[in-house]
Each structure stands twice: as C-alpha cells, then as structure tokens.
C-alpha cells in the first residue's frame, strides 16, 4: 500500500462546492422535517428508541433524539439546544429559519455568489433585525401579559381551557419565585404525575417529596404512622441521628456481658435525650439527612413522632423555604428559633407513587404538581411548563413583547427589503434573500393552519402595507387576525435570539467548503437519545445529579 492509499483509507474527503451542496441539503431537511410541527396547529413527531416512545412537538427535544449524521446537520440541530438552553422556547422558529437561509444561500450560490458574501449580507440583515425589533416591539401594557407570553410558548398541545390553565399555573409558579425583582427558580418544584387530568394540577405553597424516587424515605416502624398532621411542627437535622458519639461506645472494652449492657444503656439514654428535645419543642416531624437508628426511630414513633430520613441536601433547602425551619447538625443545638411550621404535613397516594405534601400558607418555596392521564403527556407537560417558566424569566430580564402568529416576521422582511436597497454590493440581494428567509416562518404557520401559504403571505404583505403591523395568522380560526388582540405574543428578546442563533447557524454552516472524515468519525454522535430534559435552561433551572431539572423526586 502506498502513502496516497493509506491517507485515503482513513479519510473522504468531499471539497468545494460537493461539499457545501451536501451541507445546505442536510440543514435544509431538517428545517423542512421540523417545519411541520410549528406553531399551535404543529403536529407532533413521535420519537421511537431503546424501548421508549416520546411524544413532543418541540425542536429541541427531537433532535436531542434524533440519530444526525450529517455534521452539517448537526450544527443546525445545536441551534436548537443553544436556542432552548437559552431561553426554553423558539427552537423549533431557529431550525426553521436557520433551513431557509440556507435554502436562499443555495440559490445565490447557484447564481455565482461567494458563501462569505452570502455571510456578509446574512449578518448585516442580522444586525438590522436587531435594531427593529425594538421599533416593532409593543407597550407592555394591557392585560397580563405573562400569561399571553406563556400561552403563545405552551401553543399547540392543549385545547383552550388547558392552555389557560397552565399558563396560569407557570404564571403564579414564576411570581412565587420572584422577590424584589430577583427570580430564584429554585423555589420552584415540579412534580409530574400521572394520572388524572390536566386541569387537576395544582400549585401548593410547599414542598412535595416523592417518597419513591427520591430518597427521602419513610422507614417502617411497628407503631402505625399518622397520614396527615395539621400545625406540625417541623425540625431538620442535617446529619445522622444515630448515637451521638460514636467515641463513647468504643470506650468500652466490651468483653463482658456488663460492658454490653452499659453500652446500650448509654445508647438508650441518648435516644430519651433525642426523644426529650424533639418533645421539649413539640416537634411532631422530623426531617432527617441521613440516616436515623432503628431504635431511634420506633422510639420516637411511640411519641408520636413521623421521622422521614435520607432527605437530600437540596430537598433540606426546600424544606427550609417550606416551613421555616433551620437545619441543625446535631439535635443538641435545636432551639425554638430552628423549629419550622407546616399547616399540614400529609402523606398522599398519587398515580400509585407515595408523596409526602408539606404546605404552609408563608412558605416562600412553591410546588407544581402536574396531573395528565399518561406518563408521555406527564413528561411532555413538565418539559413544556419548566420551559415557560424559564421564558418568563427572560421576559422579564428585558420586557418588551412583539406580535406572534408570524406578525413580526412579516414586519421584520419588509424592512429588510427597504433597507436592503440601500445596502451597497451584492450584499444587498443577501439581505433581501434574509427577508425572503423569515417569511417562512409565517408560510409554515399558514400551511400548518390549513391556509394556502402562499395567498395567506400576499394577503400578509398586503395589509402590513396598509399599516396593519398587527395582522397575523390566528392558529385557532385559521384565519388572519389582529394577533395582539388574541393575546398571541412573544419577549422581543425570543425572537432576536431566534434571528441570531438562525444566522450563527446558517454562517457556520456556509463557511465550510470541505468535509474530511476522520479515522474516527463513524458510529455514535455521543448524545444520549433517552434521556428527556437534557438541554440545560436559562436561569438556574440546573438538572440535579438525576439530571431532570427541578424534580427533586428523581
Ligand atoms: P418554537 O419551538 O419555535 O417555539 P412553536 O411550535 O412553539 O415553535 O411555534 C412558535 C410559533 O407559533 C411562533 O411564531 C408563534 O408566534 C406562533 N404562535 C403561537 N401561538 C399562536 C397562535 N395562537 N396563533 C398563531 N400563531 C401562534
Ligand atoms: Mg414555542
């Protein structure tokens, strides 16, 4: 074998312009696969692997899942992680556009543009977005207008009533969570369980503690437990209740019966004293971090005192918020001030999980608790709602709403094309080809909603002509309305992430002019399809060492 052999033997190498055709093909499909699911009247994509079956309509989650071989393809789909890890919504509008700019690209290409020209326009059109979007954007007055953002984000999954429901729910969840203008989402617990209906969910001043997946446990003792207390009073220990130095057992030789006897007499002494502080406090539950003895905790049963232990250390926190209660190391230091409140500490049995539901009136920790009749359309309501919540954080960063429903795109191409004409060079046919590029964003809600797409965008233009800013397509009636009337909204800051992540993509994506395929490059992308939640979240919404945001059950 000669050396040109063996170089080819571990590389293909596809170059210039093959190169850049195969690129904006594989961007181009899977914008053209994800157009469908867009805007309210989306269809879902049903995600099949490894036994598991996800149903979902959102960019993101697909393709997390999705097996993407075309590196091309893989910097569109990172388009759609960045822009939900972002912001939690407008991954599904990023992969779209960011597919019709390279659509448009191909074209210029075709007629003899250089890809860096291209470029060039793409990110000037970029640039003049940006300064729009402000222009566009609407007062911030009228009504709730956290509840219109969120119920433009959750589009598409639910009927009316369900739709308004949860966006109250996420409304109210991300108000608890807000405190003289700081969001701290980690007040915020969500829970999704199975079963029942969607509008069953509710938001609980509390925490909720799922017995089965965390491992908070409630041990057995012989001396039955109540299931609901009212006015508990709440103590937090955040180490072990065993004996409370192990030294003074090893004191002991052992050796004789005797020495037993005292040593477990001195045990017995210590667990009265634990037993004598917790009843000195009237403390009638007790939150443990690690482990409690057995006697200990048949010993405490007897006084009547429900002793749930291996509480995680964020779930210590979330008591703390929930009840008041300051964990202390070692029961010795328990004092009146350490002591939280609950108004109930109940214990529930939900979608055949057990539950421990703490609530308190002045607790500053909230709890979602989402009901929906199967486990698919639990997770997909939990993805959705944590998403919402996590966009109303960025509404708030910097307010200021533009119309939805394809209203703003719309807005956004015709300026474009004013602008473009007095852009210099050939810049200026990229700039118009970028307003070419996000009217598909309303044609793709139009063909979505049953409308001709292309009379629906002339019928667009034409009244955006006439000073009608506001038109867009109404995703319920299928027909074109005053969307802002409809309380069809979006953050402004959503769609200029939308527009910037689309052109990073889009840019990155022309810039190759040659693909060479390492020794190394088959198999694996190394994403792990099954895993839900993987893209990580504005604002705190960290994953635990689960890796599920917020969930403290998992
Ligand atoms: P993304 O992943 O980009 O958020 P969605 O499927 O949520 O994708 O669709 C978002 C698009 O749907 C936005 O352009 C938004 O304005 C539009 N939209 C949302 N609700 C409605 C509605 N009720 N009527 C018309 N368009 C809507
Ligand atoms: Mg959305």
């Known amino acids: 074998m000669n050396g040109t052999d063996a170089i080819a033997n571990v590389t293909r190498r596809t170059e210039g312009r093959t190169a850049g055709e195969l690129n904006v093909a594989a961007g181009t499909a899977l914008a053209e696969m994800l157009r469908t699911t867009l805007g309210p009247n989306g269809r879902d994509k049903m995600l099949v692997g490894d036994g598991t079956v996800v149903l979902t309509n959102d960019g993101a989650s697909i393709v997390d899942r999705m097996d993407i071989e075309s590196p091309a393809a893989k910097l569109v789909a990172d388009v759609a992680r960045a822009q939900s890890g972002e912001l939690g919504d407008g991954s599904t509008s990023a992969i779209v556009l960011a597919g019709a700019l390279l659509d448009e690209a191909e074209s210029l290409l075709d007629d003899g543009f250089h890809p860096t020209t291209v470029v060039e326009g793409y990110h000037e059109a970029a640039r003049r977005v940006h300064e729009t979007l402000d222009a566009v954007a609407l007062p911030s007055d009228g009504d709730d207008p956290l509840r219109n953002v969120v119920a433009t984000a959750i589009t598409g999954r639910w009927d009316d009533e369900r739709t308004a429901f949860l966006a109250d729910l996420a409304v109210r969840a991300y108000r608890a969570a807000r405190d003289d203008g700081d969001v701290h989402l980690e007040n915020v617990t969500i829970h999704g369980v199975a079963g029942g209906e969607t509008t069953d969910s509710e938001l609980l001043d509390g925490l909720v503690v799922d017995i089965d997946a965390s491992s908070t446990s409630l041990s057995e003792v012989p001396t039955p437990v109540p299931r609901r207390l009212r006015d508990a009073r709440v103590a937090v220990v955040d180490d072990q209740l065993t004996i409370q130095s192990p030294d003074a057992v090893s004191r002991y030789s052992l050796e004789s019966v005797d020495d037993l006897r005292r040593a477990q007499e001195h045990e017995s002494a210590e667990y009265r004293r634990y037993a004598e502080t917790l009843d000195a406090h009237d403390v009638n539950v007790l939150f443990c971090q690690k482990s409690v003895d057995d006697r200990l905790r048949a010993l405490l049963a007897r006084e009547g005192i429900i002793v749930f232990e291996r509480t995680r250390q964020d779930e210590v926190h979330k008591l703390e918020r929930a009840t008041g209660a300051r964990a202390v190391m070692r029961l010795d230091a328990l004092d009146e001030e350490a002591v939280g409140h609950a108004d109930e500490v109940e214990r529930v049995d939900l979608g055949g999980g057990s539950f421990v539901v703490v609530r308190d009136a002045s607790s500053t920790q909230?709890?979602?608790?989402?009901?929906?009749?199967?486990?698919?359309?639990?997770?997909?309501?939990?993805?959705?709602?944590?998403?919402?919540?996590?966009?109303?954080?960025?509404?708030?960063?910097?307010?200021?709403?533009?119309?939805?429903?394809?209203?703003?795109?719309?807005?956004?191409?015709?300026?474009?094309?004013?602008?473009?004409?007095?852009?210099?060079?050939?810049?200026?046919?990229?700039?118009?080809?970028?307003?070419?590029?996000?009217?598909?964003?309303?044609?793709?809600?139009?063909?979505?909603?049953?409308?001709?797409?292309?009379?629906?965008?002339?019928?667009?233009?034409?009244?955006?002509?006439?000073?009608?800013?506001?038109?867009?397509?109404?995703?319920?009636?299928?027909?074109?309305?005053?969307?802002?009337?409809?309380?069809?909204?979006?953050?402004?800051?959503?769609?200029?992430?939308?527009?910037?992540?689309?052109?990073?993509?889009?840019?990155?994506?022309?810039?190759?002019?040659?693909?060479?395929?390492?020794?190394?490059?088959?198999?694996?992308?190394?994403?792990?399809?099954?895993h839900d939640h993987d893209h990580g979240h504005a604002g705190g919404l960290q994953s635990d060492p689960g890796g599920y945001p917020w969930a403290i059950g998992h």
Do not use: W
């Open 366 to 530: 909230v709890s979602v608790l989402l009901r929906a009749g199967t486990a698919h359309v639990v997770d997909e309501t939990e993805r959705i709602v944590t998403d919402a919540i996590a966009l109303l954080e960025t509404f708030d960063d910097r307010s200021g709403l533009v119309p939805g429903g394809g209203a703003t795109e719309v807005a956004l191409a015709s300026d474009l094309r004013d602008y473009g004409r007095g852009v210099a060079g050939r810049e200026a046919l990229a700039v118009e080809s970028f307003a070419d590029a996000l009217e598909t964003i309303p044609v793709a809600l139009a063909r979505n909603a049953g409308l001709d797409p292309i009379d629906t965008l002339l019928e667009l233009r034409r009244r955006h002509a006439e000073g009608e800013g506001r038109v867009g397509i109404d995703g319920d009636a299928g027909d074109l309305v005053d969307v802002v009337d409809r309380g069809v909204v979006e953050p402004t800051r959503l769609k200029e992430r939308v527009v910037a992540n689309a052109t990073d993509a889009a840019a990155l994506v022309l810039r190759i002019d040659g693909v060479i395929e390492t020794a190394g490059s088959a198999g694996g992308d190394g994403h792990d399809h099954d």
